[in-house]
């Protein structure tokens, strides 16, 4: 994980349960699910490969077309019931407007991963955020737990304890994998994080600050021109502006 990897590959499970090729592991799926995971292109091979035996509707993306907004961490959400005819809908839309556009930075497509992150974000509730029970690897469990509470106040002492190693054997063995400490990994998901929604969402500044846990505005200024390099309202109008040409 010291490169960013490639790819961002969606998959909502429609109908049918069984295990699914994740890149990184199996994971047994059932409908309902969706599943939003970072790949490198030898993993989204063995994904893409893969021979399920259920019905699903998969979207692939370059991080690289989606910048600072690209995720880092695999995420797990379940559709709720009555909103999963509306979100297959939006699904096959969003494969149109990626099969269509130059860019995903192009204006069609724009609003469509905008409808998308704001479908699994915005109120009412439409999907709530699982945690991966399966995956038997410790790091990547903790990965998946920091992908689920990077919002909320989480220590690196609670997260080696709920992967049972101590903190200093988790952090060494978290930076081996990642190149960075769990204090940097976790800053550079909530920037990234925030990102998304300030490209991707019509949230303001102090609420994305809030859903990605930093409640010091202060502090979340000054994280974001440290990774971003400008101030998070520069970033909007000028991620805008991509958008337009």
């Keep these: ?130 945690t991966f029970d399966e995956d038997n690897l410790t790091i990547h469990k903790a990965l998946h737990l920091i992908g689920n509470s990077f919002m909320n106040r989480t220590s690196v002492g609670e997260i080696s304890r709920q992967v049972a190693m101590s903190t200093r054997q988790f952090q060494r063995k978290f930076k081996a994998l990642t190149g960075r400490t769990y204090k940097q990994f976790l800053q550079e998901i909530r920037i990234r994080h925030s990102c998304g929604l300030l490209m991707f969402t019509s949230l303001n500044v102090q609420t994305i600050a809030e859903y990605v846990g930093i409640y010091d505005m202060y502090h979340f200024y000054r994280l974001f021109r440290e990774y971003c390099g400008m101030t998070p309202a520069a970033f909007r109008q000028l991620r805008q502006l991509d958008s337009l040409f």
């Design 1 to 130: 994980m010291n490169n960013y990897p490639s790819y961002v590959f969606i998959t909502y499970i429609i109908e049918g349960t069984g295990k699914l090729e994740l890149g990184f592991t199996n994971i047994k799926v059932a409908p309902g699910e969706l599943y939003v995971i970072p790949l490198t292109g030898s993993e989204l091979s063995r994904a893409v490969e893969s021979k399920p035996q259920f019905c699903l509707l998969e979207n692939i993306h370059c991080t690289e077309s989606l910048g600072e907004a690209a995720p880092l961490l695999p995420m797990k959400w379940k559709i709720l019931k009555k909103h999963q005819e509306e979100f297959v809908k939006l699904l096959k839309l969003m494969s149109y407007h990626q099969k269509e556009a130059n860019s995903i930075m192009s204006t069609g497509f724009v609003s469509i991963w905008t409808a998308f992150m704001e479908f699994l974000l915005s109120a009412p509730k439409r999907a709530e955020l699982q």
